[in-house]
């Protein structure tokens, strides 16, 4: 309940105190009262409420005794009558205007990308500082500081805590979206560390596209991302084995993969591809819901998926988009195809630290018989891999090329 409710407590409170600072920390004030409490009173009838009447009353107590905040404090009064009740966080309200504007407000295009995701993870999914700095691979005084300046940037360039308009929305929501699918990413594929996933920014992360989609029901690229989400995170059970091994998609046991939630995502993917034309994260989770649709790996509809990353490529072109589609063709041509395109991508500056471009050219490489050239590159690879688990599965491929190379 208090990770539910935190989001809600901190943008009611940033829209009526208008600083992020003295909002977390009030928050986190009521939090720890409530905790001292409410084993000793009993949980109130209304936790939500209880939570905002003591966040805000610290928040004036704090506000009265520093005259610094006198003056803000007065117009801040005079704001709030004019602007009538703060309403009460209840639980399981929306309270949809201050956690978009929330969102918004971290995720502004004025502040540096890593900024964004910082400051994302560290008010809206509630993350601590040390916990963030570990995502980014960090000291915790590092990520403070970063995290310091983000609020400062807010405060000095008057970045506005509103949700944007009609016109500005398009340009402002997928930075949005791509903040929190940066999250995801980190979380289903760390970039490094003992283990592959990190389940913990994961799960934040679907937690978040969640409540975007509700605050944003119409927009269908919100649907796309959620249900993207949804379908690569169905797979969390199967990507590795008792030991926290690496298993990749043809190996993995597909009846571990969460029905329900494949079934959830591929009602988003219709949701996004309906009405309108695609959009990117839409398309990604059509290529998503192919493979949970497949049997096997065998049995997936390779010549839909290189369909989809052509009209991928067109929508948002990149590198590592043109990497997984040069996969999808070797998948659906043969190794030599998709060879051939993954050599054509080799000047580009963006896969020189991406293990898994050397991975796929060794993988190919290896189906064409090329052992030698396979071994290289999948010593490449070995080099700039993150994570153990991945380290571990492309020393075992190494090792098997090597055994046959004179």
């Known amino acids: 309940m208090f990770r539910e409710e935190r989001g809600r407590l901190l943008a009611a409170l940033v829209r009526r105190f208008g600083d992020l600072d003295l909002a977390e920390e009030v928050t986190s004030e009521a939090i720890e009262a409530a905790l001292e409490r409410w084993p000793a009173d009993g949980v109130p009838p209304k936790p939500g ?62 502040l540096a990308a890593e900024d964004r995701t910082a400051l994302t993870l560290r008010c809206l999914a509630g993350l601590t500082t040390p916990e963030v700095a570990r995502a980014f691979l960090v000291p915790p005084a590092t990520m403070a500081k970063r995290i310091t300046r983000a609020k400062k940037k807010i405060s000095e360039a008057r970045i506005p805590f509103r949700v944007p308009g009609a016109d500005e929305l398009p340009e402002r929501l997928p930075g949005v979206l791509q903040v929190v699918y940066s999250i995801f990413t980190e979380g289903y594929a760390a970039s490094s560390g003992p283990h592959l996933q990190r389940l913990d920014l994961a799960e934040e992360a679907v937690r978040l596209a969640r409540i975007l989609r509700r605050l944003l029901p119409g927009e269908r690229e919100v649907a796309g991302l959620l249900g993207l989400l949804l379908l690569v995170h169905a797979r969390r059970a199967a990507r590795t084995g008792p030991g926290g091994e690496l298993v990749l998609l043809e190996e993995q046991d597909r009846d571990r993969w969460d029905r329900p939630m494949i079934d959830e995502g591929r009602d988003l993917v219709t949701t996004s591809l309906t009405g309108g034309p695609a959009g990117p994260y839409g398309v990604q989770a059509a290529i998503a819901a192919l493979h949970d649709e497949a049997a096997g790996l065998a049995d997936t509809d390779w010549p839909q998926v290189v369909a989809l990353y052509d009209v991928l490529v067109a929508l948002a072109p990149s590198p590592v988009v043109a990497l997984n589609r040069a996969v999808a063709v070797a998948m659906r041509d043969g190794p030599a195809a998709g060879l051939e395109l993954l050599d054509g991508l080799a000047g580009e500056p963006l896969l020189r630290g991406h293990h898994p471009y050397p991975a796929a050219r060794a993988d190919l490489l290896h189906r064409l018989g090329r052992r030698a050239e396979a071994a290289a590159a999948y010593r490449e690879a070995l080099d700039l891999a993150g994570t153990e688990p991945e380290r571990a599965h492309l020393r075992r491929r190494l090792g098997a090329v090597d055994r046959h190379v004179p």
């Open 49 to 110: 409420a209880w939570l905002m009447t003591t966040a805000r009353r610290r928040a004036v107590d704090r506000l009265r005794r520093d005259q610094v905040f006198a003056a803000r404090l007065a117009i801040l009064q005079v704001e709030a009558d004019r602007a009538g009740p703060v309403p009460a966080a209840e639980p399981g309200g929306d309270l949809p205007d201050e956690r978009l504007q929330l969102f918004f407000t971290c995720a502004h295009p004025a």
